[in-house]
């Protein structure tokens, strides 16, 4: 658990700092697809067949995948999309940061890594599966940290102010990993299975927003299925090979 919060700080923060160096950010479109196709292979290949095959009733389970779902549509709706890269994706320039206040924005998008966090801690996934799976949460925290300073830069900032809120969103993930390892000696199996039901249903959410915003004015682009493929068979190699 100590590398995973570690693995999973630094990440946030790497991304976060790409974007305060001003270093460029044309290849961050491109691992944003291969990121959506990852987390998206994970959740079919790993979460939700998990979840099925649990003790608890199959409509139980696809009711709070369902919550989860809409839960992340609700967030978005204070967040304007940063968890999913929105800032960073291509032709999404009409987003308007001046719409929203920074602490309900601060405050969705860190719920969402709490709640991102928590997957790491469920504990019956074999090393090799959890490996794969916190190597996608990495990607996925450091784009979503670009995207969160892209979007900060917007409200005229100080670079230390800045900072603050990186470290902050950094180390909600890592902090939501600990508490559910802390919770899990404390809540039954069916609480463990609707938590994670819930955080599938928001990666699932997450992932297939990614790609549909992967291709510039939602149009079909081969280049962005291909390498939404690419994340996705590498998901798939991790889980059936490993």
Same mark, same amino acid.
């Given at each position: ?132 799976? %916190? ?12 995207? $969160?300073? !892209?979007? *900060?830069? @917007?409200? +005229? =900032? ?52 990614? %790609? ?12 962005? $299925?291909? !390498?939404? *493929?690419? @994340?996705? +068979? =590498? ?8």
């Amino acid at each position: 658990m100590v590398v995973a919060f570690f693995a999973l700080f630094l990440s946030a923060l790497l991304g976060g700092l790409v974007v305060i160096a001003q270093c460029s950010i044309n290849i961050l479109p491109h691992l944003l697809t291969f990121s959506g196709g990852y987390l998206l292979a994970n959740t079919f290949l790993h979460l939700m067949p998990e979840l099925f095959i649990s003790k608890v009733m199959a409509i139980h389970v696809g009711g709070y995948i369902m919550i989860g779902f809409f839960l992340q549509r609700f967030i978005e709706t204070f967040s304007a999309g940063v968890e999913h890269g929105h800032s960073i994706a291509p032709a999404s320039g009409h987003y308007c940061v001046k719409n929203y206040k920074i602490l309900s924005f601060l405050t969705s998008i860190a719920l969402h890594a709490l709640l991102d966090g928590t997957l790491l801690a469920h504990g019956h996934a074999d090393h090799a599966t959890q490996e794969g799976l %916190l190597l996608g949460m990495m990607l996925h925290k450091f784009l979503e940290a670009v995207a $969160l300073m !892209i979007v *900060l830069s @917007g409200f +005229t =900032l100080s670079v230390r102010r800045m900072l603050f809120y990186l470290t902050l969103f950094a180390l909600a993930a890592p902090v939501g990993l600990w508490l559910s390892s802390y919770a899990n000696h404390y809540i039954s199996d069916y609480g463990s299975i609707i938590l994670l039901s819930i955080v599938t249903g928001n990666f699932l959410y997450i992932s297939a927003t990614m %790609l549909f915003e992967a291709s510039p004015n939602h149009h079909s682009n081969q280049l962005t $299925l291909w !390498i939404s *493929l690419l @994340g996705a +068979t =590498l998901a798939a190699l991790v889980e059936f090979l490993l």
